[in-house]
């Protein structure tokens, strides 16, 4: 059985999308954006609200690069969930968007992935990575970036989210 790159991609994707489906079962909103505390003492560590948010700006970077139409994210997002900001406590709720707009981004902007990338050639995931530097090095075609992208890059934060459960005496997910 043929199966294309996208489609193997795409199964990697859907993985990783119902685990993040699964952790986010149980949290409370008000705890979203929250570090998570250990015997009263905060552990400075990503939040859901950081995790959720960090990965919704990858969704339209994907699509965009398989020449797909991709959904907007806030332009709040970028400033606050980059690779280059840094997760806080936000225990007014004042920082980062809340749990419902978060999770509409970031179901919004995946949802259109999974299909897209099960329709894509492979040729288009056989183009080189437009990055420079380091990622182009690591991943130099489409294809080998964006399988980080849907598998390890979102298992890692996920892996983030499902340590600050445990900490906050949640079960597993």
């Known amino acids: 059985m043929h199966r294309t790159l996208g489609n193997i991609i795409a199964d990697t994707l859907q993985l990783s999308l119902g ?3 699964r952790l986010l079962t ?14 009263g003492t905060a552990v400075n560590s990503n939040h859901p ?8 700006l990858y969704a339209p970077k994907i699509l965009g690069q398989l020449d797909l139409p991709a959904p907007t994210v806030p332009p709040a997002f970028e ?3 980059s690779k280059d900001a ?7 709720g004042t920082i980062y968007p809340g749990l419902d ?7 919004e902007g995946y949802r259109p992935v999974v299909a897209g990338l099960r329709g894509v050639p492979d040729a ?3 183009r080189p990575n437009p990055a420079q530097g ?5 991943f130099p075609t489409l294809g080998s970036v964006h399988t980080f992208y849907c598998g390890g890059h979102m298992m890692m934060h996920l892996g983030q989210l499902s340590a600050w459960r445990r900490m906050q005496g949640m079960a597993p997910a």
């Open 134 to 138: 380091r990622m182009a090095e690591l």
């Open 26 to 39: 149980g949290i409370p909103a008000d705890q979203f954006a929250r570090f998570a505390s250990v015997g």
């Open 124 to 126: 288009v995931l056989e």
């Open 49 to 56: 609200a950081f995790v959720y948010g960090h990965l919704c």
């Open 86 to 92: 840094q997760c806080v406590d936000d225990p007014q």
């Open 79 to 81: 400033a606050v969930f």
């Open 19 to 21: 685990y993040a489906d």
């Open 101 to 107: 707009e978060v999770m509409q981004v970031f179901r």
